[in-house]
């Protein structure tokens, strides 16, 4: 398996608050991208980085930010939890542009 | 912009059957082509693949041609099991916002295989 790990797994939190998911990765790769998933919807997009401090939007970014001040670490936040943000997020990362991307196991979110 | 249209599931069928999941892409330039799978509660894993066309990837018994003249990348296996019961997901890559690197996902399809 890639080594990526996210945390947390699981998360319940109240609608308002903030919160962050982190994904770390030990192979190196230049790209990582965070999407969520929800039924009916796939895979989407929410953004993703193309090295240390480079991110761009994806599709579904509003109410999102990122960050990544290392190679290994690209952390999500949630300025303002809504439950339409209720999902599984998942975490991938891929060596280079035009090439397979690794998925972490995946953390799902809650918003009450 | 780059898309991906794959069949509507859940597909059920009986175990040793063959198995096709048709997948149809738009794009610009020339993508790479994948199929991933889904087991329950997992993240996502890299089934297959295929760089340019005319390329077959192959794995676990699970193949797919990149034919660009009718730009699809269907998915057959031949005599599927139970434990190939999961959701399957046809991608490429593609461009977002000017930058490369992400992979623009198709749906997915729920496959359930019976004994």
């Known amino acids: 398996d890639a080594g990526i790990t996210q945390s947390p797994r699981h998360k319940v939190t109240e609608t308002g608050t903030p919160v962050t998911l982190r994904c770390h990765q030990t192979e190196n790769h230049r790209y990582m991208y965070w999407y969520r998933q929800d039924p009916g919807h796939g895979l989407r997009l929410i953004h993703y980085s193309y090295g240390v401090k480079d991110t761009d939007k994806g599709e579904v970014s509003d109410g999102y930010s990122v960050s990544r001040s290392k190679t290994e670490d690209f952390l999500l936040t949630l300025e303002s939890a809504t439950s339409s943000q209720t999902s599984v997020y998942f975490c991938a990362i891929s060596p280079g542009s035009n090439t397979e991307a690794f998925f972490g196991q995946g953390t799902r979110l809650t918003v009450v | 912009g780059n898309s991906v249209t794959q069949m509507e599931g859940p597909v059920t069928l009986s175990e040793e059957a063959f198995l096709t999941i048709n997948c149809t892409y738009t794009a610009t330039g020339y993508p790479s082509l994948f199929w991933y799978v889904q087991y329950p509660g997992e993240g996502l894993q890299l089934l297959l693949k295929a760089t340019k066309a005319d390329d077959k990837g192959s794995n676990k018994g699970f193949e797919a041609t990149y034919r660009k003249e009718t730009t699809s990348f269907h998915l057959e296996k031949g005599s599927v099991q139970v434990s190939d019961s999961a959701v399957y997901f046809c991608?490429?890559?593609?461009?977002?916002?000017?930058?490369?690197?992400?992979?623009?996902f198709g749906k997915g399809t729920k496959l359930s295989v019976k004994p």
């Open positions: 991608a490429l890559s593609g461009r977002y916002g000017g930058s490369q690197g992400n992979l623009i």
